[in-house]
């Protein structure tokens, strides 16, 4: 079965601007959940939505926010671009407990300038 | 707290065994797991135990855990090169969300 497609591979955006960015889970995976990873600061999860619905969210500002339509596709958004903002933003669907693991999409690198 | 540690570098001649060590303080634990994440992809599940198992084996990967020490190890038999990567453990809580808390991964280099 097909994996989980994240959508750019690769974003430059300049300080101050929005980005958006799209994520398509697994078919019939219904739990999506957006990761935030650097160097300095490793994995950070962000949010996690379950049938359109934020279930979880991590320590993130309100610049960060997502949301999933009905056919689990997911989208998160960023607003504002800081420069500390660019990252590998990876995109993990998993069955409605998730409890057996994740599975991870190939990321998205944005590079904000 | 859901602190997850690795130490962040392991180098191993091909063809020996790899052991890669994760230490978590929650004892609260439910699942761990051992992802693998290679240059430029994302994170692929290699293999999860129940905080209930002491040991699980899966063809070269077998993981131990210590419950008592809060101690979770992977052992990869006859390492190959294709096998360096970066491994991550993590850990969901009981009653929590399953969201898995991360450590900040072991730089796997295996040189011929």
């Known amino acids: 079965k097909a994996g989980v497609t994240q959508t750019p591979r690769y974003l430059i955006k300049t300080r101050g601007q929005q980005v958006t960015l799209s994520c398509s889970p697994i078919?019939?995976?219904?739990?999506v959940s957006w990761y935030q990873q650097t160097p300095g600061q490793g994995l950070q999860f962000l949010f996690e939505?379950?049938?359109?619905?934020?279930?979880n969210k991590g320590n993130f500002p309100g610049r960060f926010s997502g949301r999933q339509f009905s056919n689990s596709r997911s989208e998160m958004n960023v607003s504002t671009l800081e420069l500390g903002d660019s990252a590998l933003y990876l995109c993990?669907?998993?069955?409605?407990?998730?409890?057996?693991?994740?599975?991870f999409g190939s990321g998205t690198r944005l590079t904000v300038v | 707290g859901e602190d997850v540690e690795q130490s962040l570098f392991l180098s191993v001649r091909e063809g020996d065994s790899s052991v890669i060590n994760c230490t978590y303080t929650?004892?609260?634990?439910?699942?761990l797991y051992w992802y693998k994440q290679e240059p430029g992809a994302g994170l692929q599940l290699l293999t999860y135990?129940?905080?209930?198992?002491d040991m699980k084996q899966d063809q070269r990967l077998t993981v131990l855990l210590n419950k008592k020490d809060k101690h979770l190890s992977l052992r990869i038999a006859d390492t190959q090169t294709g096998d360096s990567a970066i491994y991550f453990c993590?850990?969901?809580?009981?009653?929590?969300?399953?969201?898995?808390?991360f450590g900040r991964g072991t730089s796997l280099i295996v040189h011929p």
């Open positions: 939505y379950f049938s359109e619905t934020q279930r």
């Open positions: 993590a850990e969901t809580l009981s009653g929590g969300s399953y969201i898995p808390t």
């Open positions: 135990i129940f905080s209930n198992m």
């Open positions: 078919s019939g995976h219904r739990s």
């Open positions: 929650d004892s609260s634990s439910t699942y």
């Open positions: 993990a669907s998993g069955n409605s407990g998730g409890n057996y693991g994740y599975t």
